[in-house]
């Protein structure tokens, strides 16, 4: 079983809303941190949000009052809600875990995560 799978990608015209899904496997044990992090063709990854355990909540400023991001622990399962969406939002959509401590300041350091999911895609067309 994979450690991080995501769910909840697809097309969405601009302005339209999603929300992604990431559901950790017990195989990783306890977790102390979890992201979202995207890559779109041709540019680097970038981080999007992050929490830990479901507090603490760290927004990239380029999704900033759109994006927000939520942890349901009891299902292991991290969202992430995207509203007003953009055709720059197009990318490939990433669920990371840490199951180390992360200082507050670095919660949005890829470098930080030790799993990581697929990917998902989203799409979003003007």
């Known amino acids: 079983q994979a450690p991080l799978v995501e769910s909840g990608g697809g097309p969405v015209q601009a302005g339209g809303s999603l929300r992604l899904s990431c559901t950790a496997s017990?195989?990783?044990?306890?977790?102390?941190?979890m992201a979202w992090f995207r890559q779109a063709p041709g540019k680097g990854r970038e981080a999007v949000a992050a929490t830990v355990n479901g507090d603490f909540p760290s927004i990239s400023d380029s999704v900033q009052g759109r994006f927000s991001i939520s942890q349901e622990n009891a299902k292991n399962t991290l969202y992430l809600q995207m509203n007003t969406l953009k055709p720059e939002d197009t990318a490939m959509y990433y669920c990371?875990?840490?199951?180390?401590?992360?200082?507050?300041?670095?919660?949005?350091?890829?470098?930080?995560?030790?799993?990581w999911g697929q990917g998902v895609q989203v799409t979003v067309s003007s």
């Open positions: 017990g195989d990783i044990g306890s977790t102390y941190a």
């Open positions: 990371a875990a840490s199951t180390r401590r992360v200082e507050w300041w670095r919660l949005l350091v890829a470098s930080e995560y030790n799993y």
